[in-house]
T-cell receptor, first 114, second 114 residues
Framework: ETGVTQSPTHLIKTRGQQVTLRCSSQ?????VSWYQQALGQGPQFIFQ???????GRGNFPPRFSGLQFPNYSSELNVNALELDDSALYLC?????????????FGPGTRLTVL | AQSVAQPEDQVNVAEGNPLTVKCTYS??????LFWYVQYPNRGLQFLLK??????LVKGSYGFEAEFNKSQTSFHLKKPSALVSDSALYFC????????????FGAGTRLFVKA
């Protein structure tokens, strides 16, 4: 059984650019959630994807968007990057969307915006 | 609104001594509570959860947590700390019926001295 993987590990972009982060869910998991963890803070929920549809969203602007593919892997896209977007982006997968389901986290992608 | 507070930025303990990492929460309904650990350059690793039942929950690596409804607390404990327990610990909460949205605390850094 493979765990959650994310790519790339690190990324440096400049303000105004666009970025795509990728996540492969754990085998058998159909739900992917994305979190932003700024330095010194806890993770903040961005959105969740279930069966290729967005299933809920946190307090993030529309320039944060995502996709989920038939194999349940997922992408997080961020347009018009701002300096405050610099953070560790975590992907978590689970089997199901309810509050009872445990999430398994990937190692994260460290995004630096200059 | 849901919230989680971890009142200590850092906890220092000597190896072999008991450790406690504090967490208090606020939800509108019944809480589902979680503890995660994060090592440098790694994603979050699940330690334990409280859904219902016994107030004392046992988890991975000898950790346990006590749910106290009257004090709205869910403190993480371990009888004998190891140097390898040094890491960043996050408490998280979900609201019963509130679905998958997970609210994390800001984290507590545990430092175990040999």
């Amino acid at each position: 059984e493979t765990g959650v993987t994310q790519s790339p590990t690190h990324l440096i972009k400049t303000r105004g650019q666009q970025v795509t982060l990728r996540c492969s869910s754990q085998s058998g998991h159909n739900t992917v959630s994305w979190y932003q963890q700024a330095l010194g803070q806890g993770p903040q929920f961005i959105f969740q994807y279930y069966r290729e549809e967005e299933n809920g969203r946190g307090n993030f602007p529309p320039r944060f968007s995502g996709l989920q593919f038939p194999n349940y892997s997922s992408e997080l896209n961020v347009n018009a990057l701002e300096l405050d977007d610099s953070a560790l982006y975590l992907c978590a997968s689970s089997f199901g969307t309810s509050e009872l389901h445990e999430q398994f986290f990937g190692p994260g992608t460290r995004l630096t915006v200059l | 609104a849901q919230s989680v507070a971890q009142p200590e930025d850092q906890v220092n303990v000597a190896e072999g001594n008991p450790l406690t990492v504090k967490c208090t929460y606020s939800v509108s309904g019944n809480p589902y509570l979680f503890w995660y650990v994060q090592y440098p350059n790694r994603g979050l690793q699940f330690l334990l959860k409280y859904i219902t039942g016994d107030n004392l929950v046992k988890g991975s690596y000898g950790f346990e947590a006590e749910f106290n409804k009257s004090q709205t607390s869910f403190h993480l404990k371990k009888p004998s700390a190891l140097v390898s327990d040094s890491a960043l610990y996050f408490c998280a909460v979900r609201d019963e019926g509130g679905g998958f949205k997970t609210i994390f605390g800001a984290g507590t850094r545990l430092f175990v001295k040999a």
